[in-house]
């Protein structure tokens, strides 16, 4: 098939293949193009611009790059033992002040109100177990730290249900035998 043929304001035909500028056209379309590159699209360094493979802001100045430290994961790691080791150790104290031999006598309440409030602390390891979940997360998803942010959100999902387990288990094995 052949091609289309354009029309010019002069009425001549064009010179080139449909889409290309006319030969005496030398300037960049729209009056400019991108400041980081000549006409030729090598870098333009004598003017002070990046590379083109440089990571430049909307005003042409060159931006660092991005750290790609496995910091993040390693922060993600740290929260999701802390809500692991947290909620272990909360659950072992209270069920080690409420037990039946510590609910004889007359600090039987003041005894049951500590545990009662430890165990209404198993919701900061919750918080802390969410925390390493979500920075867990982003450190997959920027690749700074993948093996310790899979870690991290296996820790964030499961260390605070092993202090409430627990928790569950020592109170039924303590008072089943009363």
Do not use: C
């Not at 980081?36 to 060159?62: N, T």
């Not at 209404?120 to 730290?145: C, D, E, M, P």
């Amino acid at each position: 098939m052949a091609e289309p043929q354009r029309e010019t304001p002069d009425g001549a035909a064009p010179s080139g293949p449909y889409g290309s500028f006319p030969p005496e056209y030398s300037g960049q379309p729209m009056g400019g193009g991108h400041p980081l590159a000549d006409r030729s699209g090598d870098a333009i360094d004598a003017s002070g611009y990046a590379a083109p493979d440089a990571y430049v802001d909307y005003s042409g100045r060159q931006v660092p790059p991005r750290s790609t430290s496995p910091a993040l994961g390693w922060v993600a790691l740290v929260a999701g033992l802390i809500a692991l080791g947290g909620s272990t150790i909360n659950a072992l104290i209270a069920v080690g002040l409420l037990s039946p031999a510590s609910l004889d006598g007359g600090a039987g309440n003041t005894v049951a109100l500590l545990a009662i409030a430890l165990l209404n602390g198993l919701l900061v390891w919750f918080l802390f177990g969410l925390w390493a979940i979500v920075q867990g997360i982003v450190a997959l998803a920027q690749k700074r730290g993948v093996v310790q942010g899979i870690v991290a959100i296996g820790l964030g999902v499961v260390g605070p249900w092993v202090g409430i387990v627990l928790a569950v288990v020592l109170f039924r094995q303590a008072f089943a035998t009363t």
